[in-house]
């Protein structure tokens, strides 16, 4: 069967993207350096891997896959099962790994596979929590069976350079090997995907280094060595001052230093420091609790149960959120009138018709309603003094709530420790820098947007309005463009 014919099933499920040759054959022509090497691919789907060298081994728990390995790969050993299983109980150890781990996101990596992997990271030093996705877990077990002096190179996903989760890989690399080489690719490796993938190349099993490799390149090119090395990143560094994250070091050492010599600034506060910053109200049923003026008025529904709420970052003005911005949005009767039950001792009558018609006995059955005491109680209802963004394109939004709406968790409530920061905050909002610091703190998301975690939004940079004032905009400008290539809104 050709390459181009197999496309296994369950492709997302499974983390089962398969590898361009180009790809496969650099990554195999650098990890094995002698004909007699013992190669493992742990998830080697279709063979690819394994076809570039007969003394190979291949793990795949696809058993179509499998089989497909099988035939192309006459040479090699194909173990059909779960590679953790198999890998705590074989003797083999590898001069090199190599292949493409599984992406599986931690809500769909679980049960006996996930315990499996975490007992055998546990054992070869590395902890996990919960949140890890499976290529992590992957690449330790793998590393884990390479012979003193081997070598690993493996195609990662993009999250190595900002995912919590990455952290505790990195650092178990770090321990295990003389070199750790990571190769970010700015064009798609996988085009099909919207997630964007990077190239791992370690060596020297056994020993241990102080730092991390990195190589910046906007789009592969096949070759038989990792490409020449652009910065040496001290692990102490990633660790204390760039909160385990690689993606800073996309940028140019200029650009990294005004951030850090303004975060480091006397009066440089972070968000945290001035605000609670926390999402918005999850209601359970956002129709049902979402009311359009002219809905409200045909229940009966009165004001004192009804709040103003901005429903999404596509709704909110450019600068303040204004009376007048919410009385236009009634007038065009849209369903921004939230039902907010919190704290009533008593319903009135129109409400309990609402609450029992056929939409509200349909409303209650959702997961969230029935999980609380009162189903029709939305809880975390805040009328915070700013609205921030929880997802971006070009840029982050931070909205003051002069209307005094409430919203959903598709934004950030931030209200103010003390009224007295509102300059402070203004002026760094209206800062280039405060972008810069959003880019930095933030992550990328795919099809181009940045995310802002609630623990991400806590870490924007706000620094006094005299420091911004003598920042360079023209250097932060840059940082922020090239940012946002490498996520590809400004490609
Ligand atoms: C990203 S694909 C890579 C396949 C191949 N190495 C390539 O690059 O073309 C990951 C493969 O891992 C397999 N897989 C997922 N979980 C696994 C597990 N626990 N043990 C072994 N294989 C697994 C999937 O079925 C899929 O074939």
Redesign the pocket.
């Known amino acids: 069967m050709s390459r181009i014919d197999y496309q296994?099933a369950n492709a997302k499920l499974?983390?089962?993207?398969?590898?361009p040759d180009a790809v496969?054959r650099s990554l195999v022509s650098w990890a094995v350096q002698d004909e007699t090497d013992l190669m493992l691919?742990?998830?080697?789907?279709?063979g690819?891997?394994l076809a570039g060298h007969v003394n190979s081994v291949g793990?795949?728990?696809?058993p179509a896959?499998a089989s497909v390995a099988k035939a192309r790969a006459a040479g090699a050993l194909v173990h059909e099962?779960?590679?953790?299983r198999w890998a705590a109980n074989t003797e083999l150890r590898f001069d090199c790994a190599a292949?493409?781990?599984?992406?599986?996101r931690y809500q769909l990596f679980k049960g006996e596979?996930r315990a499996a992997a975490q007992a055998l990271c546990r054992r070869s030093g590395a902890q996990f929590s919960g949140l890890a996705s499976?290529w992590a877990p992957f690449l330790v077990a793998a590393g884990s069976l390479v012979k003193p002096g081997g070598r690993m190179a493996f195609?990662v996903p993009a999250e190595i350079g900002h995912a919590p989760y990455a952290a505790p890989l990195l650092e178990w690399l770090a321990s295990q090997f003389a070199h750790v080489q990571l190769i970010a690719v700015r064009d798609k490796l996988f085009p099909e995907l919207s997630e964007d993938c990077w190239l791992l190349y370690a060596e020297g099993r056994g020993e241990s280094t102080h730092h991390l490799s990195l190589t910046r390149l906007s789009n592969f090119s096949a070759s038989n060595a990792p490409p020449k090395v652009d910065v040496e990143v001290p692990l102490e560094e990633w660790r204390e001052t760039w909160n385990r994250r690689l993606r800073p070091f996309l940028l140019s050492p200029d650009q990294r230093q005004i951030y850090l010599d303004a975060t480091m600034a006397e009066g440089s506060r972070r968000l945290s420091d001035i605000a609670t910053a926390g999402i918005g109200y999850v209601s359970g049923a956002n129709n049902f609790f979402h009311l359009r003026p002219s809905e409200a008025k045909a229940w009966g529904i009165p004001r004192t149960v009804l709040t103003p709420a901005i429903r999404n970052a596509r709704s909110l003005p450019s600068a303040a959120l204004k009376v007048s911005d919410l009385r236009r949005m009634e007038r065009d009767d849209a369903p921004m009138l939230l039902l907010n039950l919190r704290n009533q001792d008593k319903l009135p009558a129109s409400v309990r018709r609402y609450l029992d018609s056929t939409a509200g006995k349909q409303a209650r059955t959702g997961f969230k309603c029935r999980n609380r005491a009162q189903w029709y109680a939305v809880p975390d209802v805040r009328i915070p003094d700013y609205f921030l963004a929880y997802m971006s394109g070009r840029s982050v939004a931070l909205v003051e709530n002069e209307a005094k709406a409430t919203c959903t968790n598709s934004l950030h409530a931030v209200t103010l420790h003390r009224e007295a920061d509102r300059p402070a905050l203004a002026a760094a909002h209206a800062s280039k820098f405060f972008q810069l610091s959003c880019e930095l703190e933030g992550h990328p998301l795919g099809g181009g947007m940045l995310k802002l975690e609630p623990r991400e939004a806590a870490r924007i940079v706000i620094p006094t309005p005299e420091r911004i004032a003598a920042l360079d905009d023209e250097l932060i400008g840059d940082a922020i463009s090239e940012l946002q290539r490498w996520r590809h809104y400004a490609d």
């Open positions: 296994p499974n983390g089962a993207y398969f590898t496969v691919d742990p998830s080697c789907g279709d690819r891997f793990v795949e728990q696809d896959s099962g779960d590679f953790f292949g493409n781990p599984p992406f599986i596979t499976s195609v």
